[in-house]
Every structure is written in structure tokens, then in C-alpha cells.
């Protein structure tokens, strides 16, 4: 092998390696969140790459968001990898439809609609139903459920009544195909295509025209499928079209962490893999590198309570690093205290030096997310909603890049680079300051301000570096698909965060009705609730904190309990009325054991809150269990020991 090959292999353990090395045949990797699937199919990447075995153009890499396929191609950049395509199956197929619907259709794609809403009101009204927004909303989850299960609108009343869809808008099974049918038509009518046609379309071509399927399948030699539990059958056909037959194909997944079941994922296709593909190369990973004993413990003890068939496949994981700080669990009065409690408590892991962009705050809902920007705006904490996905795609951007390309050609010598760029995309729009308002103008304000970000970053890294520098690196980053980002915590829904990992991680809102979600009425989807838990959990490295709030609004009188999810991990039940859990910043690691008690998150004396035992700080909203003031007041006895004094508690 070649020294490029060798270095790759040994950033990896034994398992990982044979992942990386079994080039021939099928492989199939079952692990649990954080062991490294996600490395072990890069590195097996990278690996056949530098050894000569594979052509990149030639590697097709499928992962399940925009955001996880950017990843994949920065960390193939970083082993010295170019060319590989790392795409959604959403991205993939829609490239290759492109490119052969005029070839094999004949004319210009149709266009692309975002959302079927209105297309499935139209249908109703052509019906004569009564579209509320609540049956639309429901029409369009099981018109997309029919198309990702690959269910015939002829057979749509048989299926439909076997899977247990029960009376989907409140419509009969007979109705309901009848909007399925009628909903094609309107597509037609306005020429429009939807998400799933982007797949169900190429695979009709590559079905149908084998003179494409040979073009994609010559262009197309070795098939890596991330995220693998969560392919839906219209997925795996699409899969198997593009591989006619050939096994090159090497999936990595987790059962547990299916999640993607409402969009037809399931982990059948997984745990059948090596059934399916004989002469499969099983690999199990067990070891996490991901994540502190703490954090790996409470996600094996979320998982301790499942039941169903993901549950029989579920691997437990064994901790690798050095231990961290316990989970906290937080009860707040409402939900505008939980996120400026939340907001609090970053502010400060920010104040101790620990970058924002290495935080991120999940939840179930994305009508979750209002409330906690307000709080990170009041709090100065700077935060990315949309993240970098389809960066380029972008209105703000395009136009941006047309700006700054104007800007080059007027402009050019011995200008400071940043200014320029401020220049030119206040035109635009953007200011320095970020927008109190959320919504699509703060979406917008992070897209450029993730281009001035950018151009600072140039001005640093080539002194001189002028616009038409700015604009020659916004086109390779295009062609590349490596969108910029905006240095900030990340919001993001448990769905959405998949695949990622940060240092500390912000669970909000874990009560009932929002996790498990107050739709989820079978064992299954109260099933699915728990490992979108797992998910979460398993997204931090070393600091993990679970909240909820005990009643929706302030003052508001409907009360919330916590997530029944959390009886079996919290360290001890809170009785009621009380506030629960340990308040445990990551920053704070210094042991003395002299001088006033502090606040972790505020540094505030706690002085006056143990003596009045109340259970949280006076000067923030942390919260802080009676039983470790109990501990704290006796660690701070002349007999103690600094080496007993856990990470997580500071003295100064
Ligand atoms: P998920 O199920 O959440 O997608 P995963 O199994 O794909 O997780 P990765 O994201 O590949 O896990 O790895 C988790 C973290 O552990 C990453 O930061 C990765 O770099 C690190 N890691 C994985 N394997 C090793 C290893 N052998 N040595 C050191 N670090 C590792
Ligand atoms: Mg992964």
C-alpha cells in the first residue's frame, strides 16, 4: 500500500480497519451512535482512494441530509480526497433526472414544488372536500407516505387498511385514493413535480431506458449508503436500480436511531442486508469515541426501556474517553423561562471561552425554535438555524454572488477585503448587527452574514486577498457544495440533527406531548419517540443537559409533566414541586476547595442559596439539587480531598 493508504487506516481501530478494507463485496456495518460508522465508511473511502482501487468520480456516497453529505465531503477534503460524490438521495437523483429527462422524456424538468399543500387543498377542492389545514396537513403526510412506500393508488385501499393507516384527514380509505389519484392529476395540470417524483421519476427511467441505467451504472462503480436504517423503500429501489444487480455496496446504521418511520424508513432493510446480499462482510462496532461515560450511559439507559423489533437489534455502547460532567435535568415554570435559562447557561459556557458554534440546543418542534432565539438574542449569543444546507441554492446568495461580482470589477487594488465585502452586501441588505426579527429575514441575515464571515477568514489567511479573491473562492466552495457557515449555537429539530455531534447539547422541552409528541398514539410511535431521544442524547460529547418546562406559556395554567422517557434515567425522581437535577458546565473544571461557593453558570455566590435552601441560584435560573448542595457544603469541609471533588463542581 501507499504511505497515503497506511496513514488513513491508522487513524482507525480494528473493526473500523476492516470496514475500511474489505473492498470486494458487500459490507454491512450494525453500531450504535458515535462508534465511528460514520468514519470507518469515509476512511474506506479515502482508503480505496489512495490505495488505487478506486477512480473518486466513481464513488457515489449517499447520506441521509444536505448538512451530513457536506460533512463527508470536508472530512474526505481533509484525508486528501477530491472528486467523490457525497450527496442526499434526494440531491443524487435529482442531478442524474436532470441531466437525462431531456434525452429520455423529451422537453425541460418540470418544476420542483417544496410543499404539497396547496397542490393537495386543489385536489380537494376538484373533490369537493373541505380542506381545513389540519386534512390538508394530513393528506400530504399520506400521499407522500404512498409514494415513499411505493403503494399503487389502485392498491391503496388493501395496503393502506393492512398497515393500520386508519382514516387518514378524517377521510375513508376509498376517498383517500381517490385524492391520491387526483392530486397526480393536478401536478400535471400545473406541471409541477414533488420531492418523491425527483426519485420515483429516475427510477422509472433507469427502469425503463436501459441505454441510461448503463450510462449511470459505467459512471457509478462503488455504492456507500449512510444512515442506512432509515432508507424507505422507494430509497432501496432507486439503490438497486443504480446498482443492477453488482455488489460494491458497503451500509452502515443503526437500528436504534431509526427515526424517519412517517417517511417509510425502516430498519427491514438493514437487519435483512446480509440475508439479501449473500457472501455479506458483517461488521459490529461497540466501542464510542464520541461521547463521555456520562453521556454514553444515559443513552444506553434511554434504550434500556424500549421494546419492539429495533429494540432486539439494539447494540450497547462502551465508553472510550475520560470521563466528564453528570447530565443535568431541569425543570423550568414556563416555556420563555426554559429558554432564557438555556440561553443562560450558554451565555456563560461562552463567557468561559468555550465556542458557540460547539453548542447546539434540539427539539422535537420546530415552533420550539421562537422562543429560544429571542432568549440567545437577549442573552448576545450568536446562532445558525438554517446551517449550511443548499447554501448555494439560496436566493440571497446567488444574488449576493452577482453583487460582489460587480463589486470586483469596480473596485480592486489595496481595498481592505472585509470592508469591501461589508460594502457591497449592505447593498444587499445586510447589517452588522443581526435582526431581532426571526424567520426569513434572520435566514437571510445568515447567509451573508456567512459570506462577510468569509471574507475575513480570506483576509486573514492571504493578507491582500481582494473581491474577485472573495468571489473565485465562493465558486470553487459552490462547485464543491462547501457552504460557509455563521459561527453560532446551533438550532436544530432532533431529525435534523442526525449524524451531527457537538461538545454540549441542549435537549429542550423533553415533557410530554412534545417528546413522545402528542400525535404519537401506537406502541410504534411512542417507540419512535424514545429513540429520537437516543438520537439526541447521543449528539454530545461531553455535555448534555435535558429541560422542560411545567407549564406551555407564562401564567399559563395547563401544566406539563416531564417525559416519561426520563423516569427510568434521572438519578432520582424530584418530588414534587421541586426542582430537579445538577447544573454541570463543561468550561468549569477547576478544583479548589477554599473561599465562597460559586455559581457554575453565573458565578454568583451561592452562599445565601445554600443557607435558605432554595434550590437554585439568586442571581440566574440554574437550578441546583438539594442533595448535591448536601455533598457540595460537606466537599468543602477542611477534611476533603481535592481529587474527590468531581470535575463538575468549582470552589474558588
Ligand atoms: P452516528 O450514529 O451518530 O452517526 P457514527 O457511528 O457515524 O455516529 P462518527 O460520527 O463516525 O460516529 O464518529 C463519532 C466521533 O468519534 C467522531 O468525532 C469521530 O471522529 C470519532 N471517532 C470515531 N472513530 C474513532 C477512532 N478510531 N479514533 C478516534 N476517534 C474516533
Ligand atoms: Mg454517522
Redesign the pocket.
Known amino acids: 500500500t501507499r504511505p497515503d493508504a497506511d496513514s488513513v487506516l491508522a ?3 480494528p473493526e ?1 480497519r476492516q470496514v475500511a478494507t474489505t473492498l470486494e463485496g458487500p459490507v454491512c456495518v450494525l ?10 465508511i ?1 476512511h474506506r473511502i479515502a482508503y480505496a482512494v489512495h490505495s488505487g482501487a478506486y477512480v473518486p468520480n466513481r464513488v457515489l456516497a449517499v447520506t441521509f441530509t444536505a448538512r451530513a453529505a457536506g460533512e463527508m465531503r470536508t472530512r474526505l477534503r481533509d484525508l486528501g480526497v477530491a472528486g467523490v460524490q457525497a450527496r442526499t438521495f434526494h440531491a443524487a437523483a435529482l442531478r442524474q433526472l436532470q441531466f437525462f429527462w431531456p434525452q429520455s422524456i423529451g422537453g425541460t424538468l418540470p418544476n420542483l414544488v417544496e410543499h404539497k399543500a396547496p397542490l393537495i387543498a386543489d385536489a380537494c377542492n376538484r373533490l369537493r372536500i373541505p380542506a381545513d389545514r389540519t386534512r390538508v396537513r394530513d393528506l400530504s403526510a399520506e400521499v407522500e407516505w404512498t409514494k415513499v412506500m411505493l403503494v399503487d393508488p389502485d392498491d391503496y385501499v388493501r395496503v393502506a387498511a393492512a398497515a393500520g393507516r386508519g382514516e387518514p384527514g378524517g377521510l375513508d380509505l376509498a376517498s383517500v385514493a381517490r385524492l391520491v389519484r387526483t392530486y397526480e392529476d393536478v401536478k400535471t395540470d400545473r406541471a409541477v413535480i414533488d420531492f418523491e417524483d425527483v426519485l420515483l421519476l429516475t427510477a422509472g427511467i433507469l427502469d425503463e431506458r436501459p441505454d441510461v441505467a448503463a450510462t449511470v451504472r459505467e459512471q457509478y462503480r462503488h455504492f456507500v449508503v ?2 442506512y436504517q432509515d432508507v424507505s423503500p422507494l430509497q432501496q429501489r432507486l439503490l438497486d436500480l443504480w446498482l443492477g444487480g453488482r455488489q460494491d455496496l458497503c451500509v ?1 446504521g ?1 437500528a436504534s ?1 431509526t427515526i424517519y418511520s412517517f417517511a417509510g424508513a425502516t430498519p427491514e432493510h438493514l437487519l435483512d442486508f446480509p440475508r439479501r446480499h449473500p457472501g455479506t462482510t458483517v461488521v459490529r ?1 461497540v ?4 461521547s463521555t461515560p456520562e453521556v454514553v450511559g444515559l443513552a444506553n439507559s434511554v434504550l434500556s426501556m424500549a421494546t419492539g423489533r429495533h429494540a432486539q437489534a439494539r447494540l450497547e455502547l462502551i465508553a ?1 474517553r475520560p470521563s466528564g460532567p453528570p447530565p443535568s435535568f431541569t425543570a423550568y415554570d414556563d416555556d420563555v423561562a426554559e429558554a432564557s435559562g438555556v440561553a443562560a447557561r450558554i451565555a456563560a459556557e461562552v463567557r468561559a471561552g468555550r465556542s458557540a458554534k460547539d453548542i447546539a440546543i434540539l427539539f422535537r418542534t420546530n415552533g420550539q425554535s421562537q422562543a429560544l432565539e429571542s432568549a440567545l438574542a437577549d442573552a448576545g449569543v450568536g446562532y445558525v438555524v438554517r446551517g449550511g444546507e443548499r447554501f448555494f441554492s439560496r436566493k440571497e446568495v446567488r444574488d449576493a454572488i452577482v453583487l460582489l461580482r460587480g463589486g470586483a470589477r469596480a473596485a480592486l487594488p489595496g481595498h481592505d477585503l472585509g470592508t469591501e465585502t461589508r460594502a457591497v452586501l449592505s447593498s444587499a441588505g445586510w447589517d452588522e448587527k443581526a435582526p431581532t426579527a426571526g424567520g426569513a429575514t434572520r435566514e437571510r441575515w445568515e447567509s451573508l452574514q456567512a459570506l462577510v464571515v468569509l471574507a475575513d477568514e480570506l483576509a486573514e489567511k492571504r493578507p491582500g486577498a481582494q473581491l474577485s479573491d472573495l468571489v473565485d473562492e465562493l465558486v470553487e466552495r459552490s462547485q464543491a457544495q462547501h457552504a460557509p457557515t455563521v459561527d453560532g449555537v446551533t438550532l436544530a429539530s432532533f431529525h435534523a440533527a ?4 457537538w461538545d454540549v447539547v441542549f435537549l429542550v422541552g423533553v415533557s410530554e406531548g412534545l417528546l413522545p409528541i402528542s400525535f404519537a398514539e401506537t406502541p410504534d410511535d411512542v417507540e419512535e419517540e424514545r429513540r429520537l431521544l437516543y ?1 439526541g442524547v ?2 454530545a ?1 461531553e455535555g448534555i443537559h435535558l429541560s422542560w418546562a411545567n407549564s406551555r406559556t407564562p401564567g399559563g395554567r395547563a401544566t406539563r409533566k416531564p417525559s416519561r422517557f426520563l423516569d427510568a434515567v434521572r438519578p432520582q425522581a424530584a418530588p414534587a414541586g421541586r426542582r430537579a437535577g445538577a447544573v454541570t458546565p463543561a468550561g468549569a473544571r477547576t478544583k479548589r476547595t477554599s473561599g465562597p461557593l460559586l455559581c457554575r453558570v453565573c458565578g454568583a455566590s451561592l452562599t445565601v442559596a445554600v443557607e435558605r435552601k432554595l434550590g437554585r441560584c439568586t442571581d440566574c435560573p440554574s437550578s441546583y439539587d438539594e442533595a448535591v448542595f448536601e455533598r457540595l457544603r460537606e466537599w468543602r469541609s477542611a477534611t476533603c480531598k481535592a481529587a474527590e471533588v468531581p470535575a463538575y463542581v468549582v470552589f474558588t
Open positions: 487513524g482507525l481501530d473500523q453500531a450504535g451512535a458515535g462508534t465511528g460508522k460514520t468514519r470507518a469515509t449512510d444512515e452502515v443503526d436511531q462496532l466501542r464510542d469515541y464520541r472510550q442526525k449524524g451531527l455531534e438520537v447521543t449528539r460529547r
